[in-house]
């Protein structure tokens, strides 16, 4: 039996007292559980589906991105449900803050979506919505897509996969073995997807003001000298009322959303 069927029961039986309907796929391998959800929410699926694979063969990242990840080293799943929040501006920080929450102090959130650890890539966080389906008005249907790793990942190993030169981060990945010396990706998926759940159903309610402090307490860049992919340099003054990045330039301060460009620190 697979190692993460063992911890299915346990995370259906925490999440569905308050998501009904929710159920827990596990699957060997497909292109993508964020692709997979999304076609589902096209085809109308509106029930909310915590899809697990224990291969991605297309996994995907931001900005069009690719994501490697191997079998039994990492942890790759997609939380897809209906909301219909207020505001949708800032839900993909809320996910790191509820992920960061759930496993370690250590973590970082590196805006807008990764997951640091000790100044290293851990994981990241894909966020799509499709608004097709019989939901009911003002809803949309969330994919919420997790990438951790969970063994310690080598950049050859990655480069194998398939990544491109570019593709490759420019320093190895952290892997949660650092700090949660022998976690199983059946033990991290059962310590991360009920709180996201619940914390889902959270920024529903209260949107990202709910987060916000905890966001602060956990930005991998405050204060930091960051250059945006636009070029621009300035420095990190953590995220507005909306999760827009506030970065101090020559030109004064500006607000940075996720969809403009990409940051690193300089
Ligand atoms: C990023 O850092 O660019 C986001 C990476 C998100 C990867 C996860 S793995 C599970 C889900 N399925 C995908 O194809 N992508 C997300």
């Known amino acids: ?121 851990l994981g990241g966080i894909l966020v799509e919505t499709a608004s097709q389906g019989e939901a009911p008005p003002g809803a949309r249907m969330v994919v919420v897509g997790i990438g951790l790793n969970v063994a310690r990942p080598d950049a050859e190993a990655v480069a194998g996969l398939g990544g491109t030169p570019s593709a490759l981060p420019a320093m190895a990945p952290a892997g949660l073995a650092e700090i949660l010396v022998g976690a199983t990706c059946g033990e991290v998926l059962a310590q991360v997807a009920p709180a996201l759940a619940r914390d889902l159903q959270a920024f529903e309610n209260q949107g990202f003001a709910a987060f916000a402090q905890r966001f602060a307490q956990r930005d991998a860049l405050q204060g930091r000298g960051v250059q945006l992919s636009d070029g621009t340099r300035g420095t990190a003054c953590g995220v507005d009322d909306d999760g827009a990045l506030q970065v101090l330039t020559e030109h004064g301060m500006r607000h940075v959303t996720s969809s403009e460009v990409s940051v690193r620190p300089c």
């Not at 346990?10 to 929710?22: E, K």
């Not at 109308?44 to 990242?61: C, D, F, N, Y």
């Not at 942890?75 to 790191?96: E, I, K, Q």
Request: aromatic share 6%; proline share 6%.
């Open 1 to 121: 039996m697979s190692e993460l069927l063992k911890h299915v029961e346990a995370v259906w039986q925490s999440v569905v007292p308050t998501l009904p309907g929710f159920t827990v796929e596990v699957l060997p391998s497909i292109d993508s559980t964020n692709s997979e959800l999304m076609r589902r929410a096209r085809n109308g699926l509106m029930e909310p589906v915590l899809l697990v694979a224990e291969e991605q063969t297309a996994g995907r990242g931001r900005l069009g991105k690719g994501w490697h990840s191997r079998r039994g080293q990492s942890l790759t799943f997609s939380l897809a449900l209906p909301m219909a929040p207020a505001s949708w501006s800032g839900l993909s920080l809320a996910v790191g803050v509820s992920l960061a929450n759930s496993l370690h102090a250590d973590v970082r959130l590196k805006w807008p979506n990764d997951l640091w650890l000790h100044e290293r890539k």
